[in-house]
């Protein structure tokens, strides 16, 4: 039975059997999947399971199905894929079409571009016709922050090659005369955004898979994964088992659950919420063919997308709503999921489509679909190699966006079990960039409300998480909070940002977080933290470090070290070696600062990010014998920064042992007594180029050691600093850091470490043949500093990462980040430099000649600014320096 709902703007149809599960409902833009699939159903399925498989994926959606295609091009012809339900059936159900191409990352526009292609590829393949449709997308913008946003998508577009042109107000309304425009300050139109029916690119997907090879088999449910010897060795089902080399988790909104009852247990942090889009009967004031532009309101968090003479519109949620919270339903019980209408929680995207639309005040609306989609705790999908079991792979977590970004995934996931790795970086949504603690479903439940809407919201530089926060509290965190810290987070660790003064009000506090692309507010307290470092003494708190200890009986541990890293780990007891754990390709898959603490003994230090990643790197190169131990020590000792031309006099109060720099040199480690504390762990690299060093102190003691240091420096102005003042320290003097500024497809002659390699020390270390081959061929892109002249850093917005760089007016490289530079009194940027053919396109070789010689450009915003391209740092002058 239909009934007429009032509405203050519109009339609504409704159907008044909403409020319950729906379980088979025709879906506007994929018939349901036994339909979609019955034409191909003799190349499509298949009934008989197998007893053995050479890779299994779960998942059959656009995700799985594009993993097994890609496998099956690289020459993997016994891959089966398996389904609970029907093929298509899951979160591809409810995709409403829109390829976004331009994304924030080149990472992430990479792979829709690869996702694009793959898509326009299959039609000649399977004369399946994909509906791909360049209609491009319109981006407008109500504010000027979100105006300054575009306007760097723009220069990002111009840079990478895709189409886009920035719009007025008046433009707007003439491109979409149906759209409000009186409001906006403008708009961003990308041409090479596109639409495509996705019951077409699955049927296509599925054709062109199993024309392949690849075995399909629908209504199948997995039930565990097991492994043998710490590999994956069989898949068991509800049909039974099949033994396997590889195991892929394409299990889209069950993939957590199906990660929990594998043996060992594998994490996969993501969490279902409800999403929402409506779908309108045609309108008769206006025609609409249906290829127009789609509309991003993103201020209204709004998608609006033309559709059968009407309108398809839809978005997110300011809170999302977390949903089965008692456990995900089976598909093999429905054709779809379908959610229960729920039209207050849709009410603020109605509202924002009835302001956009005016025309659309008293159209009738054909359906409400609300069905779940899955999120991770930071917005980006999970993609790679589970560290818990070796050759157990991860897809999933595409929150919105699986038809833009599953296509490319799985050709970049397949490449990474067929060939071991891939030809980009994927570090910011690998599946080892989260911690256990990341897992729990009470945080997953807590993170995800606010990330539902991450990807239409501002995207202000430096921003912090609010929810799920305190998931890892330091052993110094209560005592940093008394001293005014304002934390922020980093693998789910607190960690302080900067400090407020005593006097400052709550008000401003407040003020110092709010977000901005120009001078912010905290400058003041960070350039005070600053100077503190440079002409006295600071505390920092680095507790969130990675802190394992390697150990053997023999030689083994050193053997292993001298094998993975390039620089010379047979050093003398006491020293501290900074070095790069390297794959065969010479790229860096650890960067880590390693102190030899006895014969046998190491500890090392990574980056708080790579807490997952450089235990699972060492602990799959371990000996077999297990003659080698590896242990996690991080959450077993606080760090704390003791930096600054004073760092030593004020320690010496505090210990017997003799800290004079002729003692106690740069890169050197002690086991020291501190105040109360023994068993202390010094090393004197502040990783800021200062004076000064780290301790490392065991958790019980650590709230002693720190008031015992505030006491002892208090006539030397003692001060606590935070991390951002860290930053401003190490990018002046162009240090480099491993996820923010290079990765694992960088090697050392690329970024100024050359002399951390050691082809002499009797050892073929791990990427010692691709190095070799790169010295003698020359880098064909450089990881370097620039200066940034005639810049006002009061009125002008600041660069913070991810800005074109522009060599004799031709596009040359990316800034990775950027800070403010008080000694020298402007801002600074790290960024990369290539060389390329204007003609040929060719990669040539970056010589100090080619930097020293170029005119360089940085583009702000659709802003040029001119930049002086530095080798070294001016206040070092030299590759290696004093201090670490």
């Not at 004031?285 to 609006?304: A, H, Q």
């Amino acid at each position: 039975m239909l009934r007429v709902s009032s509405h203050p703007m519109c009339r609504v149809l409704i159907n008044s059997s909403s409020c319950t599960l729906l379980r088979s409902t025709r879906h506007p833009l994929i018939s349901c999947c036994s339909c979609a699939f019955s034409q191909d159903a003799d190349h499509s399925t298949t009934s008989d399971l197998p007893q053995r498989a050479r890779a299994v994926i779960c998942g059959g959606g656009i995700a799985g199905l594009s993993t097994a295609y890609h496998l099956a091009k690289l020459g993997w012809k016994d891959v089966v894929l398996l389904e609970q339900g029907k093929l298509a059936s899951g979160t591809t159900w409810n995709a409403s079409g829109i390829l976004g191409i331009l994304r924030r990352s080149h990472f992430r526009t990479r792979l829709s571009r690869m996702s694009y292609d793959l898509y326009s590829q299959l039609e000649a393949e399977t004369g399946i016709q994909t509906g791909l449709h360049r209609c491009g997308s319109v981006n407008i913008g109500q504010t000027k922050d979100l105006m300054v946003e575009l306007q760097k998508r723009h220069a990002n577009a111009k840079a990478w090659g895709i189409d886009s042109e920035l719009l007025s107000m008046g433009d707007v309304h003439r491109l979409l005369p149906w759209i409000r425009a009186d409001d906006l300050e403008g708009g961003l139109l990308v041409r090479d955004d596109a639409s495509v029916q996705v019951k077409e690119v699955t049927r296509a997907l599925a054709k062109a898979a199993n024309d392949r090879g690849v075995t399909l088999l629908e209504n199948i449910e997995v039930k565990r994964v097991v492994s043998s010897g710490g590999r994956v060795s069989s898949v068991h089902t509800d049909r039974g088992s099949i033994e396997c080399e590889a195991f892929v988790n394409c299990a889209g909104l069950w993939a957590r659950a199906l990660g929990l009852a594998s043996s060992p247990e594998v994490r996969v942090p993501l969490y279902p919420l409800a999403q929402q889009y409506l779908i309108t009967k045609p309108i008769k004031s206006r025609t609409l063919d249906g290829n127009g532009p789609f509309v991003r309101d993103m201020d209204s968090l709004l998608y609006i997308q033309e559709h059968s003479g009407g309108f398809l519109f839809g978005g997110y949620a300011p809170k999302g709503k977390p949903v089965f919270e008692e456990g995900l339903p089976l598909k093999k019980d429905s054709e779809h999921i379908h959610l229960p209408d729920d039209w207050d929680h849709f009410r603020h995207l109605l509202e924002g489509f009835l302001h956009r639309v005016p025309q659309a005040s008293d159209v009738q609306f054909e359906k409400l679909y609300n069905s779940p989609e899955s999120f991770t705790p930071d917005g980006e999908f999970i993609i790679g190699e589970a560290p818990e079991v070796r050759n157990y792979f991860v897809l999933a977590g595409f929150g919105s966006l699986g038809l833009t970004h599953a296509g490319g995934a799985g050709e970049l996931l397949a490449r990474l079990i067929a060939i071991g790795h891939t030809n980009m970086d994927y570090w910011p949504v690998d599946v080892q960039r989260f911690s256990p603690q990341h897992n729990s479903k009470a945080f997953l439940r807590a993170r995800v409300k606010e990330i539902e809407s991450i990807h239409y919201r501002v995207a202000y530089p430096a921003f912090s998480h609010r929810t799920g926060r305190k998931l890892r509290c330091p052993p110094l965190y209560s005592r940093l909070g008394q001293g005014g810290a304002v934390f922020g987070e980093r693998m789910g660790v607190e960690r302080p940002k900067w400090y407020m003064a005593p006097d400052d009000t709550d008000e401003f506090a407040h003020e110092t977080q709010r977000g901005t692309f120009g001078k912010p507010q905290w400058f003041g307290l960070v350039e005070s933290e600053y100077w503190a470092c440079r002409e006295s003494v600071c505390l920092m708190d680095m507790s969130a470090f990675t802190k394992l200890e390697l150990t053997s009986l023999g030689n083994e541990a050193t053997m292993l070290l001298q094998r993975l890293c390039p620089n010379d780990l047979d050093c003398p007891i006491g020293s501290v070696v900074h070095t790069g754990m390297l794959n065969e390709r010479g790229g860096y898959e650890c960067d880590c600062s390693i102190a030899r603490l006895d014969t046998n003994r190491y500890f090392i230090i990574c980056p708080t990010i790579q807490l997952v990643k450089a235990h699972h790197w060492i602990s799959n190169h371990l000996p077999p014998d297990g003659s080698v131990t590896l242990r996690d020590l991080t959450n077993q000792y606080a760090g704390l920064n003791v930096l600054g031309p004073k760092a030593r006099d004020v320690l010496q109060k505090l210990t017997t042992t003799s800290l004079s720099s002729a003692d106690f040199r740069p890169f050197s480690f002690k086991e020291l007594n501190v105040g109360f504390a023994t068993g202390v762990k010094a090393m004197t690299i502040t990783h800021a180029g200062e004076d000064g060093m780290v301790l490392y102190i065991p958790n019980e003691t650590a709230v002693q050691v720190y008031d015992a240091l505030l006491e002892a420096g208090k006539d030397c102005g003692i001060r606590n600093a935070g991390y951002y003042a860290l930053r401003w320290l190490r990018i002046e003097k162009f240090y480099f850091y491993w996820g923010e500024d290079f990765d694992s497809t960088t090697t050392p002659y690329e970024i100024g470490r050359d002399m951390r390699v050691k082809f002499d020390k009797g050892v073929e270390f791990i990427g010692k043949s691709a190095l070799l081959k790169q010295r003698q061929e020359g880098v064909k892109r450089q990881l370097l500093g620039f200066i940034l002249e005639d810049h006002n850093i009061n009125t002008d917005l600041w660069p913070w990462g991810r800005e074109p760089i522009y060599r004799n007016g031709q596009h040359a490289g990316m800034t990775t980040c950027s800070s403010y530079g008080p000694t020298q009194g402007k801002m600074t940027c790290l960024g990369w430099l290539t060389n390329r053919d204007a003609d040929t396109g060719q990669m040539l070789e970056v010589t100090p000649d080619f930097v020293n010689k170029g005119q360089y450009e940085i583009d702000i915003a659709g802003k040029r600014f001119p930049l002086k391209a530095r080798l070294y740092p001016s206040q070092l002058g030299a590759k290696q320096p004093t201090h670490g």
